[in-house]
């Protein structure tokens, strides 16, 4: 594995940081390193330190593509955070210069609007697609064909859990006070609870009012993060399902503050999200 000279940003949405490479001028880091080398960079003491690690594509159905892997090398199909942060870094190493950019993920082509001041790309809007409650989509091992509001034991506590993939598995468990909420003793539970056959990012939630929530989370191979845009997304469409809360919503995050548009389309529930992205620095092997 050796990464001499490879180039990289660094940057952040709300406290979510990520490491991001461009290869869309072609394949830098092998497919069959490509697990390996996210390991190491996603790495806080050994290597550059990232709660993920994109990678810009080329895209024949869309304008550029973007493919994201977690810290222990694991590959997602999106996330919300880190989509601002791709945004973020191909407006400004000119890779795109648009503010309208179709995105290629894994979970299909995401629109994305920015929002330009003086020069700068300063606010992402993301339409985030539908909603899947189906739990053979979450994926999710249950007799029942929605996980909405059930029952689930933690630890030997009973709280009551919704399943919703937004793109990838989430688990939002709603409770009365997040602060009293152990996120690393619970979280690594329901990640790895046999329920969920591919694991799944976990959120705790307090409703403060109808327009406004906060949330704690648990990412799938990440451990603790300070934002989860595709799991601020699960959680806002949860509980609009649940009718806790309306369809323009601001949810708190450790990190900062996202802001959701709810629609209805099919039958089903989607949501654009919207959020800054940081540029932190640029760096080289």
């Given at each position: ?41 996603g ?52 890779i ?88 690393n ?101």
């Open positions: 594995m050796d990464l001499k000279g490879i180039k990289f940003g660094k940057l952040h949405g709300l406290g979510n940081d990520y490491v991001i490479i461009d290869e869309s001028k072609g394949e830098i880091i092998p497919e069959d390193e490509k697990a390996e080398v996210c390991r190491f960079l790495d806080r003491h050994f290597g550059v330190g990232s709660d993920g690690i994109l990678f810009v594509y080329p895209s024949d159905e869309a304008d550029i593509g973007y493919r994201m892997f977690n810290p222990d090398g694991s590959e997602a199909e999106m996330c919300g955070n880190g989509i601002r942060c791709f945004g973020k870094f191909i407006y400004t190493k000119g795109i210069k648009k503010d309208k950019i179709a995105i290629q993920t894994k979970d299909g082509i995401k629109n994305m609007d920015i929002t330009i001041e003086n020069g700068e790309p300063v606010l992402f809007k993301v339409d985030m697609g539908l909603s899947r409650f189906d739990t053979s989509k979450i994926p999710m091992k249950s007799e029942k064909q929605e996980f909405l509001n059930e029952d689930f034991e933690i630890n030997g506590e009973t709280f009551k859990l919704s399943a919703v993939n937004v793109g990838n598995p989430h688990a939002i468990i709603i409770v009365d006070d997040v602060d009293s909420i152990d996120i003793e619970y979280g690594p539970i329901v990640e790895c609870d046999v329920k969920f056959p591919e694991k799944i990012n976990v959120h705790f939630v307090e409703i403060n009012s109808k327009d406004e929530a906060r949330m704690i989370t648990w990412e799938r191979g990440a451990g603790v993060t300070l934002a989860c845009g595709t799991g601020a997304t699960g959680t806002a469409i949860v509980a609009y399902k649940l009718g806790l809360l309306n369809k323009n919503i601001l949810l708190h995050l450790p990190g900062g503050d996202l802001i959701f548009n709810i629609y209805e389309k099919d039958g089903k529930i989607g949501a654009f999200m919207e959020g800054p992205a940081e540029y932190v620095f640029n760096g080289e092997f």
